[in-house]
C-alpha cells in the first residue's frame, strides 16, 4: 500500500527539490532552447511555454525530452539522435537518456 504523495519525507524532499527552483533562470534556459531549435532543421520541436516558467508547467512540457534531443540534434550535428515522439514510458526514457 503507497502513501498519497505530500506526506511525511516524500512532501519535504519534493519541497527541497522545489525551493532551488529560479523561475526566471527556467526562462532564460527555455528561450535558449526555442532559440537553438530554430536555428537547426527541428523547428516543429520548439514548445510555446506561454510565459508561465513555473515548476509544474516547465517540468510538463520538459519531460519527455523532445526538445532536449532537437537542442542536440543542432548543436552536436554530426550525431543526430532520432526523436521518439509516442509517449509511452520507454521511449520518453530513451529521449531523455
Avoid at 503507497?2 to 527555455?30: H, I, M, Q, V, W
Avoid at 534531443?69 to 539522435?81: F, M, Y
Wanted: hydrophobic share 35%.
Amino acid at each position: 500500500m503507497s502513501r498519497p504523495k505530500g506526506f511525511g519525507l516524500t512532501r519535504e524532499l519534493e519541497n527541497k527539490k522545489r525551493s532551488g527552483y529560479d523561475e526566471a533562470l527556467a526562462e532564460k534556459a527555455c528561450n535558449w532552447f526555442n532559440a537553438v531549435c530554430k536555428q537547426g532543421d527541428d523547428s516543429k520541436f520548439v514548445v510555446d511555454f506561454q510565459g508561465d516558467y513555473s515548476w509544474d508547467s516547465t517540468h510538463t512540457k520538459l519531460k519527455d525530452g523532445k526538445l532536449l534531443i532537437a537542442v542536440s540534434n543542432v548543436v552536436v550535428p554530426d550525431k543526430k539522435k532520432k526523436i521518439q515522439t509516442l509517449n509511452s514510458p520507454f521511449k520518453l526514457m530513451e529521449n531523455i537518456g
